[in-house]
């Protein structure tokens, strides 16, 4: 059984950073691939960043792609999804999420892949 718990959202400014961390329970985390999802108010949930078991291989939603950094640290238990150049349109709940992937990462991996979620951490940016 394995259990994310995400942290670090908060209030900021347009232009801001923050940094998300996403801490797994479970002997078996450091062989799941991470992915990071959000979720705005009335809109659905999107893809925003996914990291594979080995940390070798990482994938960005466009909208994101330049200013968010997702990594790991497998000694810790922790994936990390750095966010720079935050805009108001970031203002979301973002959720991480644990799958066994039994492929490379090359591109988005969409929700129906993780088998273990967290319960979310409030992102709002201001303009």
């Known amino acids: 059984q394995v259990q994310v718990v995400e942290s670090g959202g908060g209030l900021v400014q347009a232009g801001d950073s923050l940094r998300l961390s996403c801490v797994g329970s479970?002997?078996?985390?450091?062989?799941?691939?991470v992915g990071w999802f959000r979720q705005a108010p009335g809109k659905e949930r999107e893809f925003v960043a996914v990291v594979d078991w080995s940390a070798f291989s990482t994938y960005y939603a466009d909208s994101v792609k330049g200013r968010f950094t997702v990594s790991r640290d497998k000694a810790k238990n922790t994936v990390y999804l750095q966010m720079n150049s935050l805009k108001p349109e970031d203002t979301a709940v973002y959720y991480c999420a644990a799958g066994l992937l039994l492929k490379p990462v090359t591109g988005e991996v969409g929700p129906n892949e993780y088998d273990y979620w967290g319960q979310g951490t409030q992102v709002t940016v201001s303009s």
């Open positions: 479970g002997r078996t985390f450091s062989t799941y691939a």
